[in-house]
Each structure stands twice: as structure tokens, then as C-alpha cells.
């Protein structure tokens, strides 16, 4: 996925534009996947503001969905997925953002500010922060064992029950992202992604309920169990592979990990940021999120006038036909105690 790094800059800034008592306790509460930051981002924001950073690692977007909706989280600044930034508007639980305060927004590229028009709700409480596609990440030498002819473009390779069955041994694991997942399925069907029609729910439910015998893992994070060699076929977010097989070169293994963007059924989607809306207290969580792929830097870079920290500038270009994206938000202010 691609980064808006100065658009971090701009979320975290807005850290000190949303009313809390964490301006007297110089803390700023960050709650968001693992390695999503560059290992000098945080230090250097708390070296330039004097604020320091507790960075809490999420395990999936519904347990960040629960915990904002609950209230109390604490959090100053989020990383939720688009589908749930407006499940978390259309609560109240998010503030609109203040434009004033976000540089470079202009940098966002063309295909995420066309996405984010499906959101009617949150689109102006996020802005976009990373994008990816969701797609198949498999171990080619375990792959290519069991069906040397493999349809690693198509979702069949999946999808097919009796194709599913000749990987089971190896392992497959699905994204742990009922909203994703659905999406996937139903266009791999043919049907609305986003399709609340009970005749379509019930067709993607009868799929994933062939496949429940295969699917060794449902889980959002697969990189370990890919390096082990416990899976060999995952649905999963792009940057899994790229993680995947850094962690496995790292290691001095010889395995082979490839990513495809099945001709059909990927999700379109994007992950924006937010504010949360209520009293000013310590609580003033920002909502963000961002998946797997956020690691890439970029050779260009803008400052933020309000941390003054180097951002890399996303590079334009053009979309693919599916993505996931996350974004950031500011989430709203709960009463304290």
C-alpha cells in the first residue's frame, strides 16, 4: 500500500488541535497495526513536540470497532478501514476533521478521492492514509507440488471446493475481515460488493460454508505461519507477501512467495482517518487505519509545519482496480471517568 506519510504528520499534529488533558500529560495514544510507522517516526515526532508516544498494537478492525463504539478507549489517534470509519460516523462516535489543519491533501491520489465518495457519511472525518489490494499470496514451490498447473489468477484456486481440498494439507488462511471477505465473495459471484440483499448474503455464505473444511486460519496476520511453512495459500492483504518474503530472505530460506490480483473478485476499498465527537477529555481517540503494505517510503518529501517532521510525498499513479485502504481520524472526546 502506499503511504500519505505528510498526511500522518497532519493527523498527528491535529493530536494538538483536539481539546484533552493529554496536553498537560504529553502522551499521545496511537492505536494501530504493527510496523505501520518508519522505526524513526514516533522518536522524532516526540523529539520535535516533547510528546511522547504509546503506540498499542491492534489485532483486527472489529476489535478497533468495538473498543470506539464502547467509548473510554483512550486513544488519541486511530487506524480504522473505510467500511468501518463510516459505520463509526453514522454512530456519532467521529468529528469532522478541520481542512485547515491537513497539508497535502492534494496529493491524495485520484482513484481514493473517487473512493471515498461511497462513503457519504465519513468522508469528511477521514482522510485516505494507505491503499493495497487484497489478493492471494501463496508459496509457489508448495503451490506448484500439488497442482503444477495451478489458477493462481483466479479466485477458483480458492473458491472451488475441489480445488481448495488439494491445498488444505499445506494450509490455507482467509483474512479475518468479515467485510472484506464478503466483498471478495460476492463479486467473485458475480453480486454487488456491497450487497445487503438477503438472496446474496445467503449465495456467499453457502461458499464460504464449502470451503470451511480447507480454511486452516482465519486470520489478518499470516506472515509468520507463511514463513514456517504452515500455509501455502492466503487471502490477505498485498503486503503480506512483501513482509512474508523479506522475513524469509532475512532468515536464509530459499522459499518462493508470489502474489496475485485475481481477475476476479479483489475488494475495492480504502482506509481513511477520523474525529471522534464528544466533551474534551483525555480521551480523545484519532481513528486510522492502514494495512500491510504501509512500510514503503518514497523519495520525495514535505515537511509539516506542525511538527516539522520530513513526510514522504505519495507518488501519483494509477489505481488498481481493487484496493483496501485505511485512513486516519481523529476520534471524539469522551467524558473523563
Given at each position: 500500500?502506499?503511504?500519505?506519510?505528510?498526511?500522518?504528520?497532519?493527523?498527528?499534529?491535529?493530536?494538538?488541535?483536539?481539546?484533552?488533558?493529554?496536553?498537560?500529560?504529553?502522551?499521545?495514544?496511537?492505536?494501530?497495526?504493527?510496523?505501520?510507522?518508519?522505526?524513526?517516526?514516533?522518536?522524532?515526532?516526540?523529539?520535535?513536540?516533547?510528546?511522547?508516544?504509546?503506540y498499542d498494537v491492534m489485532d483486527g478492525s472489529e476489535t478497533l470497532e468495538a473498543k470506539m463504539l464502547a467509548g473510554g478507549s483512550g486513544y488519541d489517534l486511530i487506524f480504522p478501514?473505510?467500511?468501518?470509519?463510516?459505520?463509526?460516523?453514522?454512530?456519532?462516535?467521529?468529528?469532522?476533521?478541520?481542512?485547515?489543519?491537513?497539508?497535502?491533501?492534494?496529493?491524495?491520489?485520484?482513484?481514493?478521492?473517487?473512493?471515498?465518495?461511497?462513503?457519504?457519511?465519513?468522508?469528511?472525518?477521514?482522510?485516505?492514509?494507505?491503499?493495497?489490494?487484497?489478493?492471494?499470496?501463496?508459496?509457489?514451490?508448495?503451490?506448484?507440488?500439488?497442482?503444477?498447473?495451478?489458477?493462481?489468477?483466479?479466485?477458483?484456486?480458492?473458491?472451488?471446493?475441489?480445488?481448495?481440498?488439494?491445498?488444505?494439507?499445506?494450509?490455507?488462511?482467509?483474512?479475518?475481515?468479515?467485510?472484506?471477505?464478503?466483498?471478495?465473495?460476492?463479486?467473485?459471484?458475480?453480486?454487488?460488493?456491497?450487497?445487503?440483499?438477503?438472496?446474496?448474503?445467503?449465495?456467499?455464505?453457502?461458499?464460504?460454508?464449502?470451503?470451511?473444511?480447507?480454511?486452516?486460519?482465519?486470520?489478518?496476520?499470516?506472515?509468520?505461519?507463511?514463513?514456517?511453512?504452515?500455509?501455502?495459500?492466503?487471502?490477505?492483504?498485498?503486503?503480506?507477501?512483501?513482509?512474508?518474503?523479506?522475513?524469509?530472505?532475512?532468515?536464509?530460506?530459499?522459499?518462493?512467495?508470489?502474489?496475485?490480483?485475481?481477475?476476479?473478485?479483489?475488494?475495492?476499498?480504502?482506509?481513511?482517518?477520523?474525529?471522534?465527537?464528544?466533551?474534551?477529555?483525555?480521551?480523545?481517540?484519532?481513528?486510522?487505519?492502514?494495512?500491510?503494505?504501509?512500510?514503503?517510503?518514497?523519495?520525495?518529501?514535505?515537511?509539516?509545519?506542525?511538527?516539522?517532521?520530513?513526510?514522504?510525498?505519495?507518488?501519483r499513479a494509477s489505481m488498481p482496480r481493487c484496493v483496501t485502504t485505511r485512513i486516519f481520524t481523529s476520534t471524539k472526546?469522551?467524558?473523563?471517568?
Amino acid at each position: 500500500m502506499r503511504i500519505s506519510n505528510q498526511l500522518l504528520t497532519g493527523a498527528l499534529a491535529l493530536y494538538c488541535v483536539v481539546p484533552s488533558l493529554h496536553a498537560e500529560e504529553k502522551a499521545l495514544r496511537l492505536y494501530n497495526w504493527a510496523d505501520y510507522f518508519a522505526e524513526d517516526t514516533l522518536s522524532r515526532f516526540t523529539a520535535e513536540t516533547g510528546i511522547k508516544v504509546i503506540y498499542d498494537v491492534m489485532d483486527g478492525s472489529e476489535t478497533l470497532e468495538a473498543k470506539m463504539l464502547a467509548g473510554g478507549s483512550g486513544y488519541d489517534l486511530i487506524f480504522p478501514g473505510d467500511t468501518v470509519a463510516e459505520r463509526l460516523m453514522r454512530a456519532g462516535s467521529l468529528l469532522p476533521l478541520d481542512p485547515s489543519k491537513i497539508t497535502a491533501r492534494d496529493d491524495i491520489e485520484p482513484g481514493l478521492q473517487k473512493l471515498r465518495t461511497h462513503y457519504v457519511h465519513s468522508n469528511q472525518a477521514t482522510v485516505p492514509y494507505t491503499w493495497g489490494t487484497i489478493g492471494l499470496t501463496y508459496n509457489d514451490q508448495q503451490v506448484k507440488q500439488r497442482v503444477p498447473n495451478a489458477p493462481v489468477n483466479s479466485l477458483d484456486i480458492l473458491f472451488k471446493p475441489e480445488l481448495a481440498a488439494k491445498f488444505a494439507d499445506c494450509g490455507i488462511s482467509m483474512i479475518d475481515s468479515p467485510d472484506e471477505v464478503l466483498a471478495v465473495v460476492l463479486n467473485y459471484l458475480g453480486r454487488d460488493p456491497r450487497s445487503a440483499r438477503p438472496e446474496d448474503l445467503a449465495a456467499a455464505s453457502e461458499l464460504l460454508m464449502k470451503l470451511r473444511p480447507y480454511i486452516r486460519k482465519f486470520q489478518s496476520q499470516p506472515v509468520t505461519d507463511l514463513v514456517n511453512g504452515n500455509l501455502c495459500v492466503s487471502l490477505g492483504y498485498s503486503g503480506d507477501m512483501t513482509q512474508a518474503q523479506r522475513t524469509s530472505d532475512s532468515a536464509g530460506k530459499k522459499t518462493s512467495f508470489q502474489y496475485r490480483i485475481p481477475g476476479k473478485g479483489p475488494q475495492c476499498g480504502w482506509t481513511p482517518w477520523q474525529s471522534r465527537s464528544t466533551p474534551n477529555t483525555r480521551n480523545t481517540p484519532m481513528r486510522s487505519s492502514t494495512s500491510s503494505c504501509a512500510r514503503r517510503t518514497w523519495p520525495r518529501s514535505v515537511t509539516s509545519p506542525a511538527t516539522r517532521l520530513p513526510m514522504p510525498r505519495p507518488v501519483r499513479a494509477s489505481m488498481p482496480r481493487c484496493v483496501t485502504t485505511r485512513i486516519f481520524t481523529s476520534t471524539k472526546p469522551l467524558t473523563h471517568g
